[in-house]
């Protein structure tokens, strides 16, 4: 009878070993399923830093592209707002230099921000040599060497789009297709 019970408490002892094993285990799964995800969401928003950069380089196009066809009496007016979107996109890539400041480099160990730096001032003086000159002496070609310069500027941030959601790939490969969507649709807007 002894034994009976001894083994009735060795059954009831296990049983609850499993269980307990059990809920650890589902515990310990779901705990990593958080941590994935979060780490997820987390790369998500430094995503969101990088394409609002992005886009603010691509966008500064458009003020550019104004303040070169503007008449002198516009001038004034649309330099400003050429500054201010200037400012936007000098803010935009601070944002990316500091969240992303490990992942910046390019596999021949050059820094894409700073490409992409050097590549936007140089649009940006070809701009300024345009909008300085009085409308009546601006000849078109100063003006599409201005243009085609803030594409490459466009084509360099491209670039850094891709080197960044190629790292967050690699990170958190869950994402995967969200990156790769996001690169597509900011391409295409390009």
């Not at 609850?16 to 998500?44: M, V």
């Not at 201010?84 to 921000?113: I, S, W």
């Not at 590549?119 to 070609?141: C, F, W, Y």
């Amino acid at each position: 009878m002894f034994r009976i019970q001894h083994l009735q408490w060795l059954g009831i002892a296990a049983a609850a070993i499993g269980c307990i094993l059990l809920g650890g285990a589902s515990i310990l799964g779901n705990f990593a399923d958080h941590q994935r995800h979060r780490q997820g969401i987390a790369e998500l928003e430094r995503f969101v830093v990088l394409l609002d950069a992005v886009n603010a380089v691509s966008a500064e196009r458009g003020p550019s592209n104004s303040a070169m066809g503007a008449s002198d009496a516009e001038a004034s007016e649309l330099r400003a707002a050429l500054e201010t979107k200037r400012a936007q996109t000098n803010l935009a890539l601070d944002a990316v230099a500091l969240r992303f400041d490990g992942d910046l480099e390019r596999n021949d160990g050059v820094n894409a921000l700073t490409v992409l730096r050097e590549s936007l001032a140089a649009g940006r003086a070809k701009v300024d040599i345009a909008i300085m000159t009085p409308s009546e002496n601006r000849q078109a070609l100063i003006i599409g060497e201005a243009i085609m310069a803030m594409f490459a500027a466009a084509d360099r941030a491209g670039e850094l789009r891709d080197l960044i959601g190629g790292h967050i790939i690699e990170e958190t490969p869950q994402l995967a297709g969200e990156v790769f969507l996001a690169n597509s649709a900011s391409a295409v807007r390009d």
